[in-house]
T-cell receptor, first 114, second 114 residues
Framework: NAGVMQNPRHLVRRRGQEARLRCSPM?????VYWYRQLPEEGLKFMVY????????ESGMPKERFSAEFPKEGPSILRIQQVVRGDSAAYFC????????????FGPGTRLTVL | SQQGEEDPQALSIQEGENATMNCSYK?????LQWYRQNSGRGLVHLIL?????REKHSGRLRVTLDTSKKSSSLLITASRAADTASYFC??????????????FGTGTKLQVIP
């Protein structure tokens, strides 16, 4: 049973470009969470999705950021018109639909904006 | 401010010694979890303790929870160089829509010197 997969592992973009980060949850997991981690800081919640639904996006910036988890395929975190401040590690986690809520994390995507 | 805040921010000990990290939080919780993150890597789930539990063990790890003080501690006994990592506490609170929202603390950076 493969763990949570994220790709790419490293992404370099110039200011103004778009960044697309992908997350494939563990098999059987229908809940996906995205977090952002700035250097030397903890993880900040961004968005929680279930298949085809955004449940909680309270941690996501209102502009330029969007997330989706389609019926088929991975979850996508999309950042439009990236700025230097978007440089961070973006982690995806998945969990099964149980009360335990243990989240399993992917290896992260490190985004660098030049 | 963060729901969970770890103390100390950084800890350096000799191999073989015990390491204790503390976490304080603000609101009532359902569960509290501890995660470990090696430099540049994703998070690894260590242990979950429920709000009605006071202590839990897993190998060399011992976690305590005091809901009256809204605090938890993680003890690593007989530390090894391989324990060098950042440790985060994460609290589950009920988010909008009834799901359990996980909020991470700021982390304790542990260095175990061989």
């Amino acid at each position: 049973n493969a763990g949570v997969m994220q790709n790419p592992r490293h992404l370099v973009r110039r200011r103004g470009q778009e960044a697309r980060l992908r997350c494939s949850p563990m098999k059987g997991h229908s809940h996906v969470y995205w977090y952002r981690q700035l250097p030397e800081e903890g993880l900040k919640f961004m968005v929680y999705l279930q298949k085809e639904n955004i449940i909680d996006e309270s941690g996501m910036p209102k502009e330029r950021f969007s997330a989706e988890f389609p019926k088929e395929g991975p979850s996508i975190l999309r950042i439009q018109q990236v700025v230097r401040g978007d440089s961070a590690a973006y982690f995806c986690a998945s969990s099964p639909p149980t009360l335990n809520n243990e989240q399993f994390f992917g290896p992260g995507t490190r985004l660098t904006v030049l | 401010s963060q729901q969970g805040e770890e103390d100390p921010q950084a800890l350096s000990i000799q191999e073989g010694e015990n390491a204790t990290m503390n976490c304080s939080y603000k609101t009532s919780i359902n569960n509290l979890q501890w995660y470990r993150q090696n430099s540049g890597r994703g998070l690894v789930h260590l242990i979950l303790i429920r709000s009605n539990e006071r202590e839990k063990h897993s190998g060399r790890l011992r976690v305590t929870l005091d809901t009256s003080k809204k605090s938890s501690s993680l003890l690593i006994t007989a530390s090894r160089a391989a324990d060098t990592a950042s440790y985060f506490c994460a609290t589950d609170v009920r988010g909008s829509g009834g799901y359990q929202k996980v909020t991470f603390g700021t982390g304790t950076k542990l260095q175990v010197i061989p």
